[in-house]
């Protein structure tokens, strides 16, 4: 957890004095065990949150300008309410403009100028969703800070609202989902179309997650993923002369699928629809199995998402294949994938608590091998959704 008492006295540093009306919030980070590209197709995702994200300390100004400032990132700034637009050499601010602008279209306009500190913890560009923190943790302390309702479901939809309007990017809705609505030793069953979701007990026994980073950026995540949103809609066009209602990939049944998939023509898009249709069964044998307890068996079912998302969906890459592919040889492993988009990013992995020293050795000196690039691990614990900080 971040240091509070600093980053106030930080606050104070940049901001000036008047301790008084500091408020703390923090939003984590998350990371998907699986169900990976079936948001955007109405499908089940399982992610879960992390214990480390962005913390955000704001206080209310006496003007109508916003604040912006980062510990941990370049630029800071001060604009007017009235003059929050996109503007690509403002990097990370724009999440946080987006989300003001954002919040004055749904009726919640700020009656105030606020100054805003942010302090992040996950490494950008990693794909642990360090946006989706930010904006759900603007959205949910301005919300607080003019006594406003905080519904986090209506909160994870402006973020995504803010990320496919405000920045441009064309995500689904798991990963402001995730981070509004985590919950300590718990992951989400969340059904992407009705947003209807539970919480699951990840009672890992003798098993930690590792999140592997490989440090490769990912360079062409966004047009490769607007073109699988694509090719999903390519197959459902297909696939609606013979179910004329369907709207999505996730209304499909793996047995309809199965039976009617020679409707879909071309055999790279009939692939990429394969891979949706069984990966949102998947999440659901995945729930089923952690339920009984059966750890193994959930282990089978992450690397079974890898290699569909190698094979049939192709986001993965050479590194992630890499790391995921040496993960799978450690003793000790139960399963191992990619986390994300893809094309670089993390991978995630269930190990034997016992083994984890091993697989942190072994796999970074493996994938260094392969690629020449350095990796980082973190062994993680499940944490809360946005929240809150006592104590500042
Ligand atoms: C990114 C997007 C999510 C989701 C995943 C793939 O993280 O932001 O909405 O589509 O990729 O599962």
Not at 91 to 115: E, F, H, S
Not at 133 to 156: C, F, R
Not at 288 to 312: P, Q, W
């Amino acid at each position: 957890m971040a240091d509070l008492s600093a980053l106030k006295a930080r606050f104070i540093e940049i901001y000036g004095e008047s301790a008084a009306d500091i408020a703390a919030y923090h939003a984590p980070g998350r990371v998907n065990l699986i169900g990976e590209h079936t948001d955007y197709n109405g499908g089940y995702v399982f992610p879960a949150a992390l214990t480390f994200g962005t913390t955000l300390l704001l206080r209310p100004r006496s003007d109508r300008r916003i604040g912006f400032a980062s510990t941990n990132m370049e630029l800071s700034k001060q604009i007017s309410i009235d003059e929050l637009h996109y503007d690509v050499a403002d990097d990370w601010m724009n999440y946080p403009k987006g989300i003001v602008v954002q919040l004055a279209a749904v009726g919640a306009a700020l009656t105030r100028g606020y100054d805003l500190l942010f302090h992040g913890e996950i490494p950008n560009g990693a794909g642990l969703s360090s946006s989706a923190s930010i904006e759900v943790v603007t959205a949910y302390g301005l919300l607080t800070a003019e006594n406003q309702p905080v519904d986090k479901v209506k909160i994870a939809l402006l973020a995504q609202k803010t990320e496919n309007q405000f920045v441009g990017v064309n995500c689904g809705i798991m990963d402001q989902f995730a981070v509004a609505n985590g919950k300590k030793d718990h992951a989400i069953l969340l059904m992407c179309d009705t947003l209807e979701y539970r919480h699951v007990p990840f009672a890992a026994g003798s098993c930690k997650l590792v999140i592997g980073n490989t440090n490769k950026r990912r360079g062409l995540v966004e047009s490769a993923y607007n073109e699988r949103r694509r090719q999903c809609e390519q197959a459902v066009g297909d696939l609606q002369r013979l179910f004329p209602e369907l709207t999505l990939l996730g209304q499909l049944t793996l047995k309809q699928f199965q039976v009617h998939s020679g409707l879909i023509g071309d055999p790279t898009v009939r692939r990429r629809a394969q891979h949706v249709v069984e990966e949102i069964d998947r999440v659901l044998q995945a729930v089923r199995v952690l339920e009984e307890g059966d750890l193994a068996a959930f282990g089978k079912l992450m690397t079974a998402s890898h290699v569909s998302l190698r094979d049939l969906y192709e986001v993965t890459g050479p590194e992630l294949d890499a790391m995921v592919e040496a993960a799978w040889a450690v003793p000790g492993v139960l399963g191992s994938r990619m986390t994300g988009a893809g094309f670089g990013g993390c991978t995630v992995s269930l190990v034997q608590e016992a083994a984890v020293s091993d697989f942190i050795d072994r796999v970074g000196r493996e994938y260094t091998e392969k690629t020449g690039l350095t990796p980082s691990f973190y062994v993680c614990d499940i944490g809360d959704g946005v929240k809150q900080e006592e104590g500042i």
